[in-house]
């Protein structure tokens, strides 16, 4: 039975999921969010009035510039999901649009997203104005941002990058991931899907936090007997789309820690021409895998972890 207040816009999703979807800590991994994402987008650019938006012939596309996502329920194997989607605001190329993940038997948000899209043609990139379909249909569909899915501990103001190759150099980031995009990591343009950014973060992370999650158990007043992690919310700027052979290189740093969290960011760089293909900031905490809750950061672990922060790094 549905319990939650009445939440806006119109399913464009459903769905449910799988056990491979899930991780080591027992619940649905970060990289599926933003597949089922992706899936809702192809019905909301439907709703748009441009259902074939993602076919290999389309004359226009989606491109997706940013995703803001506060993870806030988790999803386990087994467990339905639906999603709800509609449009904070549409200017001439771009629209930022609202993508709610539900688990329906009880109406509580599993995750949201603002999504900022560019209308741009499908092969080359390029943006170009929305149609006036898609901009009558956008009135119709236009919704308010819930609370529950506004930005709660990151800034989701303009940005210039600083992402480079040399500065993560400079500033000693670690290297969490390396590697090369095959034809399934690619969608029918031959770009980069969005999820692998976030994915191959997941895919790295452990190396690069484990230490850090240590340090906050260790100073613990209680400490979990089973210890892991989980992200809260995540800003992801997709910069540039690599194609199919291209090469990524993924640097992190820890920013700063307060009496719940750690901030961390992540940069995917070109090893070829040291620029950036996309930079994401990330609001992470230390998970009791058997209380399901999270594991305070103490002022002795919050100490112990400022010899690792990483001063002026940011997206």
């Known amino acids: ?87 904070i605001e549409m200017g001439e190329t771009e629209a930022r649009l609202l993508q709610l993940l539900i688990h329906p038997a009880s109406g509580e948000l599993a995750a949201t997203f603002q999504t900022t899209v560019v209308h741009a043609t499908p092969r080359e990139g390029l943006p170009f104005p929305w149609p006036k379909i898609a901009r009558e249909r956008a009135q119709a569909l236009l ?37 090369g995009l095959l034809p399934s990591d690619c969608d029918v343009y031959g770009r980069m899907r969005a999820e692998q950014l976030i994915g191959r973060v997941s895919d790295g992370i452990g190396a690069f936090i484990h230490p850090f999650r240590d340090l906050v158990v260790e100073h613990a007043e209680h400490k979990p007997k089973r210890m892991g992690g989980a992200v809260l919310e995540y800003r992801i700027a997709y910069l540039a789309w690599p194609r199919i052979g291209d090469r990524i290189d993924i640097r992190s740093g820890l920013v700063e820690t307060d009496a719940r969290t750690m901030r961390v960011v992540h940069w995917m760089l070109d090893p070829a021409t040291g620029e950036p293909w996309g930079t994401s900031e990330a609001v992470a905490i230390t998970f009791d895998l058997d209380a399901r809750k999270v594991v305070p950061v103490s002022d002795a672990a919050r100490a112990a972890l400022a010899a690792f922060e990483v001063a002026g790094l940011a997206l």
């Open 1 to 87: 039975m549905t319990t939650a207040e009445p939440l806006p816009g119109v399913e464009i999703w459903r769905g449910g999921v799988n056990t491979w979807d899930c991780d080591e800590m027992g619940h649905m991994n970060v990289r599926h969010y933003v597949v089922r994402a992706q899936e809702g987008l192809i019905g909301l650019a439907a709703e748009l009035g441009l259902p074939g938006a993602f076919s290999p012939h389309a004359n226009a596309t989606l491109l997706v510039k940013e995703h803001h996502i506060r993870f806030l329920r988790e999803a386990h194997a087994g467990a339905p999901l639906t999603m709800l989607g509609g449009v």
């Open 143 to 179: 919704v308010e941002v819930p609370e529950k899915a506004r930005a709660r501990s990151l800034d989701l103001s303009p940005f210039t990058p600083t992402a480079s190759l040399a500065r993560a150099d400079a500033l000693k980031l670690s290297r969490i991931g390396l590697g």
